[in-house]
């Protein structure tokens, strides 16, 4: 697999990516539930294989319920749902063969949830005020499992980076926080998953 350098950083030479199957129903799990109450921000790269599986890959989501979530449409909308309030913004420039970086930003007043796409906003629009919770990462419920690549996922509260998951292991059935310690344990998922890369000359190829 060759794939564009898109977000991920053109200086790192070698790494690990795993590739997730929605078909397969991987996702990971975190050790500890993760309870935004203010202001935050969700952050993550990806490479966004349309899903097989469902219109609605979920990145953000919690095992208990449906309630709070993110989610990438299949027509490139992002959905983020707080305390079973659903908003919806459009994308415009989604290329799902490279990297793409997103971002997710809630602040309370005013009241805005915004979201990014290679650093351009894609517009905001008013939300809920609510707890945001979440604890899986990849999928939500036992629903919307992601296809494709994961990684370098960050958590930032109130402007504080609190949790941080590269998801650069070569056995993806635990995932390293290197923030917090809140570490994820994966879901039908081991080292025949992950793929060591190298990027050459702007492109990320398998070693």
């Known amino acids: 697999m060759i794939l564009g350098v898109g977000a991920f950083n053109a200086s790192e030479k070698v790494r690990y990516f795993t590739d997730l199957t929605a078909t397969s129903s991987q996702s990971w799990t975190l050790d500890s539930t993760v309870d935004l109450t203010g202001d935050f921000e969700l952050h993550w790269e990806s490479v966004d294989t349309l899903d097989p599986v469902s219109d ?53 007043s005013p009241n805005v949830l915004e979201v990014f796409l290679n650093s351009v906003s894609q517009g905001t629009i008013t939300t809920s005020t609510s707890s945001f ?9 036992g629903l919307g499992f992601k296809e494709g690549i994961l ?57």
């Not at 919770?133 to 419920?141: C, E, K, N, R, Y």
């Open 151 to 207: 990684g370098n996922v960050k958590i930032y509260d109130a402007g504080t980076l609190i949790h941080s998951w590269s998801i650069d292991e070569a056995n993806p059935a635990a995932i390293v926080d290197s923030v917090a310690g809140n570490n994820g344990t994966g879901a039908n998922l081991s080292g025949t998953d992950a793929a060591l890369y190298r990027n050459n000359h702007g492109k990320w190829t398998i070693v």
């Open 56 to 108: 609605g890959a979920r990145i953000f989501g919690s095992s208990a319920s449906s309630e709070d979530l993110v989610k990438l449409f299949d027509t490139g909308h992002i959905a983020v749902k707080i305390n079973n309030f659903n908003r919806t913004i459009g994308t415009t420039g989604l290329d799902r063969t490279i990297f793409n970086k997103w971002s997710v930003t809630r602040t309370i």
């Open 133 to 141: 919770t979440l604890d899986q990462l990849g999928s939500g419920a």
